[in-house]
C-alpha cells in the first residue's frame, strides 16, 4: 500500500508501507504536432514542407533508499 501525491508544478510526493529502495519512472507517447504545412505552403513555394512530430521519451529516477 502507498501513498502519492503530484502538485500543479511537477513536485511528486511517495509515501510507502513496504520495500527499501525506490525508483520514479515516467513515459510518453509521441505524437502528432498541429499541421503547419498548409499555413505556411504559400510563403514557402516550391520548398517541400514535412509536418512536425512530438518525439515520445522515457524517464527515471535515481534510487534512492526508504529512511
Not at 502519492?4 to 508501507?17: E, I, P, Q
Not at 505552403?41 to 520548398?47: C, D, H, K, V, W
Amino acid at each position: 500500500m502507498a501513498r502519492r501525491s503530484l502538485a500543479a508544478n511537477g513536485n511528486y510526493t511517495f509515501r510507502a508501507k513496504t520495500g527499501d529502495v525506490f525508483q520514479a519512472r515516467v513515459v510518453a507517447a509521441p505524437g502528432a504536432a498541429p499541421p503547419l504545412c498548409t499555413q505556411l505552403q504559400p510563403a514557402l513555394g516550391s520548398i517541400p514542407c514535412v509536418n512536425p512530430t512530438v518525439n515520445g521519451f522515457t524517464a527515471q529516477s535515481k534510487s534512492v533508499r526508504k529512511k
